[in-house]
């Protein structure tokens, strides 16, 4: 049952709190797609730091004035809970050349009050030794619906939820009136988050638009969306994010 941790692998120019530093950051975006990943990241904070080496992002964002929306991310359970948790389906995806699966979101509501909000990429239709061995990262790309820019910014808001990677061997079981059926593997994409932070997030959009980022480790960029079209977006309405007890 090979389990991976999300690492946050990509730091989004929006996401600074300050929009005077979108164009200092913007500078290092050698891949023009509004976002620093690892090394783009390293290259700004070593020339604005004499050469010191960032430990983890929040070293950058501090530098760049902070981080503007920070997700906070649940433990869960990612082969029964979060299934159980995360009935609504959103759309299926296909990656050509890669394989194919669904998307599911889902409310829980845990521990010390806690509401979480969940998301599921089901890749059941994807080999499993890509799942398990050939990504470096995944990751959600998500902001306000439509990803339209703040007042004063010229770049699409947007923020981002590591994935964290579970899959789980297929298995026989036997029924109890006789017979057996076969239970298929398991290859999901998973993270569960304060829906409290998501809210935020959306503001006043109407609720949120996200996609899915998965970078190989050979150096691939692979990209989720509904029904495999490209720039499409995933929504969240607004309805999906209030809080318990309103309806």
């Not at 989004?12 to 783009?40: C, G, Q, R």
């Amino acid at each position: 049952m090979p389990f991976k941790v999300g690492q946050e692998q990509f730091i989004p120019i929006s996401n600074v709190k300050k929009h005077a530093k979108e164009a200092e950051l913007k500078k290092y975006d050698v891949n023009n797609d509004n976002m620093l990943d690892s090394a783009e990241a390293a290259k700004y904070y070593a020339d604005k730091t004499g050469g010191k080496v960032p430990a983890t992002d929040d070293d950058v964002y501090n530098l760049a004035g902070g981080r503007q929306h920070k997700i906070t991310q649940f433990s869960t359970d990612y082969y029964a809970t979060l299934y159980t948790y995360a009935p609504d389906f959103k759309a299926n995806f296909s990656i050509p050349g890669y394989g194919a699966g669904n998307v599911h979101t889902g409310r829980q509501l845990g521990a010390n009050n806690t509401d979480a909000f969940n998301f599921l990429v089901d890749c059941d239709l994807m080999d499993r030794n890509l799942i398990d061995n050939g990504l470096a990262s995944a990751t959600i790309v998500i902001g306000p619906k439509g990803f339209s820019p703040e007042k004063g910014s010229k770049i699409d808001e947007m923020a981002t939820i590591p994935l964290n990677v579970a899959s789980a061997d297929g298995y026989q079981t036997f029924d109890r009136g006789g017979g057996s059926h076969w239970v298929p593997e398991k290859k999901y994409l998973a993270a569960s988050v304060d829906v409290n932070d998501l809210r935020s997030l959306a503001g006043k959009s109407g609720g949120l638009s996200y996609y899915v980022r998965l970078q190989t480790t050979d150096g691939k960029t692979l990209w989720i969306n509904p029904n495999g079209k490209a720039y499409n977006n995933f929504e969240i309405d607004a309805s999906e994010l209030k809080a318990r007890g309103k309806v």
